[in-house]
């Protein structure tokens, strides 16, 4: 028996001399070497957006592993969250350095701002320099901070969210750590515990009161998931509750099994308790983290994050609308109020079921026309009818030249350069334009996934893609959508794979879209340029870059104007763009209007034009 207690008294202080002996390595080759470990923004002044893209910042962790800290376009800047860094470098090319007039890095809550000389830099190559963070700018020195921000780490929440199931398994299933725990709680022993007596009793004594509850409150989950169920199944709109119905339901569904095994294997009242138990704890932990993620707006599509509901972009909603067969427009002569969180629009259409006024057919003599085709930018979401850019470049045309000008706003939302392509042929060449202004835009390349290419286009209309099976949970849940998108890496239902070979088909087929159009041009006469809107999107790039590289399509970069010749500065795009609906303002179009009106002089396509 000695022998044995000293044996035990061996190990328990060996271990603990280990335990000790790793945590003074772990301190000194490890944590010492941390300098942040709070969510880090890195973001410079006196460069516009282009040029702020073309800086990449990277990290390095006390492993000395380099990780990317990606840019956030919504905020304009660096971020990188909860992780342990040992040093952060800004590589930043050769031609940009001398136009930043300062760096500004929020460290948690404390703020750094200085200029690049302040960093220590290396020659990479002949272009660009690292510039490494001053050995200031760090976190706080705080043990016990450091050690906080570990439970923010995606991987740290995840095990002890498994923990904390295996806790609640072992209180529900073990006797005895039930009443250890209990115990604890409640100061008392359970036995003795006057406190649970008391609670069971009153419940007992309001038996009735509370079947009653139960009856109506099961009356009224009927009413609610019968509507519901017919607003998801037909529209696939979710909202928070149409998921509590549908987790209600598929808890339901499991306890009647539950409840069919039990009858049939003859299991306890004790164990069926704890299984019914268990099963209202998995329901209870189940809405409260799918809401707390819906809450936080993790992984929101687009028109939840503006206010609206989740919708499939592999269905066509207006399905009674059949006045224009293979076109996308809305009912001629229709209004409507386009309602978002930051601006309210009235969309008034005309006869060809556009955002623009009735026009004749016949020109009048030297009427000069222009037709702009493009998706919710070109008919200016966010702005008012008469502030679009097209109409916004009718103004400037009429004010800066003697001719007459008329320009179409032929823009849809949710177009893409295919349906404007079939609304061309189709309606607008009857109006005998002289120049056809093509705008695409980034969210086309996020259409094409839904919708294909010309494909789509049937006998009687068009017909989208089939949509994945997966959808209708991934419509449903978040804890899904977490799980799809931040575990597997799948965008909009694609993996990784998947997302590449969808990237270059997509590039391809538009491009073949875009020849369609200058093939179309030289038959039908009339001059064509393509428009690349700058959206904050970077879809298009590869293709710009193709195209430009080309040389034989005239294209139009918005984003490169936006760049080289407003010097549009990141602090400024606020003023162009709706912060949450991206969509630009009236301001905003009148620049896309400045741009295209300059672009049209500098390439001398109209000839009587005078410059201001």
Known sequence: MVKNKLSKFYITGAVLILLIILTICFNAFYLKKVTIYEPIAISVSGLTYGEQRTISVCCTTPLNRKADIYYSNSEMDWRCYYSFIKSVEMIIPDTIYKKIASVEVVIGTTRFKTGLQCFQSERINNFCQSYHLPPWIRSEKSFFKMIESVFYWQYVQFFLKILLLIIISMFLFIKKFRKIILSVLFFLPLENNRFFSKILGWIVSKRNFFKWVIIFSLSLFIAFSLFYGYIFFKYTVVTLTTLVLFIIWFCLLVFLILGVIIKLFKISKANSRRIFVVSVIILVLWICFESFLRKMDVNSSYNERIGLFYSSGFIVHDEDVKEDKGLWVHPKYSERIYK??????????????????????????????????????????????????????????????????????????????????????????????????????????????????????????????????????????????????????????????????????????????????????????????????????????????????????????????????????????????????????????GLIAKGVEWYLIKTGIIDSLKIE
Not at 547 to 565: A, E, G, S, V
Request: one cysteine or more.
């Open 340 to 589: 978002r969180k930051e601006f309210s629009d009235d969309i008034k259409c005309n006869a060809d079921g556009l955002r623009d006024v009735d026009h004749p057919l016949k020109k009048d003599t030297g009427e000069y026309r222009i037709i702009c085709l493009g998706n919710s930018f070109t008919e200016g979401i966010g702005t008012m009818q008469d502030s679009s850019w097209p109409k916004q470049l009718e103004k400037r045309l009429n004010k800066n030249t003697k001719r007459k000008f008329t320009v179409f706003n032929a823009g849809m939302s949710g177009s893409d350069p295919f349906f404007e392509y079939m609304l061309l042929e189709k309606k607008m060449l009857n109006y005998n334009p002289n120049l056809v202004l093509v705008a695409l835009g980034s969210s086309d390349f996020g259409f094409y996934r839904f919708r294909g290419g010309f494909e789509r286009f049937t006998s009687d209309g068009y017909r989208f893609r089939k949509a994945p099976s997966r959808e209708s949970l991934y419509a449903l849940s978040y804890i899904y959508r977490l799980i799809l998108n931040n575990i597997f890496m799948y965008d909009n239902l694609l993996s990784p794979a998947e997302q590449n070979d969808e990237r270059i088909k997509s590039t391809s087929d538009i491009e073949e879209c875009i020849n369609r159009f200058v093939k179309l041009s030289h038959e039908k006469h009339f001059d064509l340029r393509i428009i690349f809107i700058d959206d904050g999107g970077d879809k298009y790039f590869p293709l710009i870059y193709k195209l430009t590289k080309q040389n034989k399509i005239p294209i139009f970069n918005m984003f490169k104007y936006n760049n080289d010749i407003e010097k549009l500065y990141l602090s400024d795009r606020s003023k162009y763009y709706w912060p949450q609906d991206g969509h630009c303002n009236s301001k905003g179009y």
